[in-house]
């Protein structure tokens, strides 16, 4: 109904009849306003599906979508995903709640942009959304899933800072992966955790294959709990050897896990786990300290003061005050700090402006940093401008193409790049007399790979080292 006022209205209308001597005579109406009501119940209902941050339909509208399209539409072809972020809490720590919610937006309205018309996007609970695709083949829910993720990766603008902020997507297949709503999500699940293990940032079809190795993980993941408290993590160290002098020029520590389970296990096989579990805040502190104290004690013991480098992960980098943390470790291993090396990947640069500042407090501490596996991203030769850096570390990858003319032009222009920034070159993965020979022409300062030797055992490098 319309008011005067030209405004629609709802109302509740009540007819009473009126009856004389048993004869109707009249029915009378009564109306009454409800259109607050209405509007209230309509707004409950809306939010009651809806997500109030995005205005996506909410995991309870995915399920009841779902569970009626598989009902009414079970002979048609429906693509599952799960999309997951990739260390947003991390972001949304560093940023904080505020600027971590218009990212959720900003990636809402992506991903809903990118997926257009072929399917109904969800927001399905705190950093994960859903997709439905109904009608889509096998082939056409790949390129989808390319597209998307390509699109997702581009850099998000959040006040004024230049956020990169990626997506693993794992993906099931109606009816191939399962008929009921509860199998393809396990099995969108099994493939999504698949693809987040696998480096991020791309997407993942299920098969049985991935849910056995998910199952895996889930086992390794209780056991490295354990391998914590139980104190089965060692290190191994290699040495690193000066160019020109052929003198002892640094030594990198690198952790290995001694499970009595599982036996010796190389950090490939858990660190990406660890990261992702948070486990490697603790576990990457355990070396830093355990390094440190090594190191010291080699120079109570008489040999030379040498820099031990230590590998940093990009969750380690952003916990809460590193900066106390390594000093703390100092001080209670005794270690100057010109002694310690940390080495980080370009990864840390999510947040740019907040990573030059950490690294720039860790530099007046006096400890130094290298850029490791150089190269490698696309973004290096930016991130040589805005973060402090000693060392460069030319990636295994490329030592392995200097054979190659382009390989052979790629690492001169890393060495001359180096040089004129006034930093020390490392070469990683040196195995061969030929690169050797090739990496010490082209100038090259510092070598470490197999050629040398292998990661040892702390009285086997002393051994090596100083026999």
């Known amino acids: 109904m319309v008011n005067a006022q030209g405004e629609t209205i709802a109302l509740h209308i009540t007819l009473i009849p009126a009856f004389v001597k048993g004869e109707l005579t009249s029915i009378h109406c009564i109306g009454k306003d409800i259109t607050i009501r209405k509007n209230h119940d309509e707004m409950m209902h809306y939010m009651a599906y809806h997500d109030n941050l995005t205005g996506l339909g909410n995991q309870r509208l995915f399920n009841e979508e779902l569970k009626k399209w598989l009902k009414e539409e079970n002979e048609k072809e429906l693509s599952l995903w799960i999309v997951d972020l990739d260390r947003f809490k991390f972001i949304n720590y560093n940023l904080g709640h505020e600027a971590g919610d218009r990212l959720i937006t900003s990636f809402a309205e992506r991903l809903q942009s990118a997926v257009g018309t072929k399917g109904t996007v969800y927001r399905y609970g705190g950093d994960e959304f859903a997709v439905l695709t109904p009608g889509l083949s096998e082939l056409a829910t790949k390129l989808l899933a390319v597209e998307v993720t390509s699109a997702l990766s ?130 990457g502190e355990w070396v830093i300290e355990e390094a440190c104290r090594q190191n010291k004690a080699w120079q109570d013991q008489g040999f030379p003061a040498t820099p031990m480098a230590v590998n940093m992960s990009l969750r380690q980098f952003y916990q809460v005050d590193l900066l106390g943390t390594i000093k703390e470790i100092l001080k209670k291993t005794g270690l100057g700090p010109r002694c310690l090396m940390l080495e980080i990947t370009e990864t840390i640069a999510m947040q740019e402006d907040i990573a030059a500042d950490i690294l720039q407090q860790i530099k007046e501490l006096g400890v130094r940093i290298a850029m490791d596996d150089f190269g490698t991203g696309y973004s290096s030769l930016k991130y040589l401008q805005t973060f402090s850096i000693d060392h460069i570390k030319i990636d295994k990858a490329f030592t392995d193409k200097l054979h190659t003319k382009e390989g052979r032009a790629i690492i001169a222009t890393i060495i001359s790049l180096g040089h004129h920034l006034d930093m020390t070159v490392i070469a990683e993965g040196v195995e061969t007399p030929k690169q050797v020979h090739e990496l010490r022409e082209l100038g090259c300062d510092v070598f470490q790979g197999y050629y040398f030797s292998r990661p040892l055992a702390p009285a086997d490098l002393v051994d090596q080292l100083f026999g």
């Open 154 to 283: 581009k850099p998000y603008d959040i006040d004024g800072f230049s956020t990169i902020l990626t997506a693993s997507v794992g993906i099931s297949l109606y009816p191939r992966h399962g008929r009921d709503e509860k199998t393809l999500i396990r099995a969108a699940d099994y493939a999504m955790y698949h693809a987040k293990k696998h480096g991020r940032n791309t997407f993942q079809l299920y098969t049985t294959n991935i849910e056995g190795l998910a199952k895996t993980d889930l086992r390794m993941e209780t056991l490295l709990h354990k391998a914590l408290e139980n104190k089965e993590f060692v290190l191994h160290y290699q040495p690193q050897y000066h160019a020109e002098y052929g003198k002892i020029h640094g030594i990198e520590a690198l952790i290995r896990w001694n499970s009595p389970e599982l036996g010796m296990v190389p950090p490939a096989a858990f660190i990406p786990l660890a990261e992702e579990t948070g486990l490697i805040v603790p576990i």
